[in-house]
């Protein structure tokens, strides 16, 4: 959804989907499927998590975050935490990370490693994106499985956002529940508004059955934020969540 009134309000629909690499409940790797899921929920801005980009067979060795953006017509960002370099022969560097797509204009973008301290490297994908002329920093995460690399990476977070005066889209699986120390850091710097903040029923994960809140889209206080939903999709193993954001 994107609208824009005569008072230069605009609004816009967003996304945060875990796509496990385009690998579903079913056992089946299907991009298709996932590039469905963003152009039936209307959204204009997504941030996807566990991308692959010519990294093994498990994912026919495609850049899955262009080959969505292709099927969406949409604009992409890529943000490699694991690089692997040439493997087996091929061209390109075998890598995992985080996309960004957008029906926007991308003006630029960065990739942020996170502290990790030698366990999976995790990290944090940075897009400033054109909306109608309101210019807005989207971040893009997928935070450790541990609480002390969540926390130290949530401090990066924190100084890294603090930095610029831009509104800002926080979102992404951040492997925690939200009454952790390191969730309730993110609200306690001021700088952050959980979009579904005390709605009940919006597990995500898995996404059959699902039991845990662990996916989530994080704002600027400005920003006016409604029609939180969780899409019910078995084309991940992670539901993705979607909010409607109003910027002045």
């Known amino acids: 959804m994107e609208e824009q009134n005569s008072l230069g309000v605009i609004s816009t629909t967003v996304m945060s989907y875990n796509i496990q690499h385009g690998v579903g409940m079913d056992g089946q790797l299907n991009l298709q499927r996932i590039a469905a899921v963003i152009l ?12 692959d980009r010519f990294f093994s067979d498990r994912s026919d060795y495609k850049d899955q975050a ?6 969406t017509g949409y604009h992409y960002v890529y943000g490699a935490n694991l690089d692997f370099g040439q493997v087996g022969g091929l061209a390109e560097n075998s890598q995992y990370g985080n996309a960004i797509v957008s029906k926007y204009p991308i003006l630029r973008s960065d990739n942020i490693l996170l502290r990790s301290f030698g366990e999976e490297q995790r990290g944090m994908l940075h897009a400033v994106v054109d909306l109608d002329g309101i210019h807005v920093n989207v971040y893009n995460t997928h935070l ?4 002390r690399s969540r926390l130290a990476q949530v ?5 890294l956002v603090s930095r610029s005066n831009q509104p800002s889209i926080l979102m992404g699986d951040f492997n925690t529940e939200p ?14 508004v959980n979009s579904f903040q ?10 059959t059955s699902p039991t845990e809140l662990i996916d989530y889209i994080l704002i600027s206080p400005g920003i006016k934020h409604q029609n939180q939903h969780v899409v019910q999709t078995e084309a991940s ?9 109003v910027f002045r």
């Open 40 to 51: 039936d929920s209307g959204v204009c801005i997504v941030g996807l998590q566990e991308v």
């Open 66 to 71: 262009k080959e969505i953006a292709s099927l």
């Open 144 to 147: 450790g499985l541990d609480a």
């Open 155 to 159: 401090e990066e977070i924190i100084d």
């Open 179 to 192: 009454e952790s120390p390191e969730f309730q850091r993110l609200l306690e710097s001021g700088l952050f």
């Open 198 to 207: 005390d709605m009940e029923n919006v597990y995500t994960f898995p996404s």
């Open 237 to 245: 193993d992670h539901l993705p969540i979607v909010v409607d954001l």
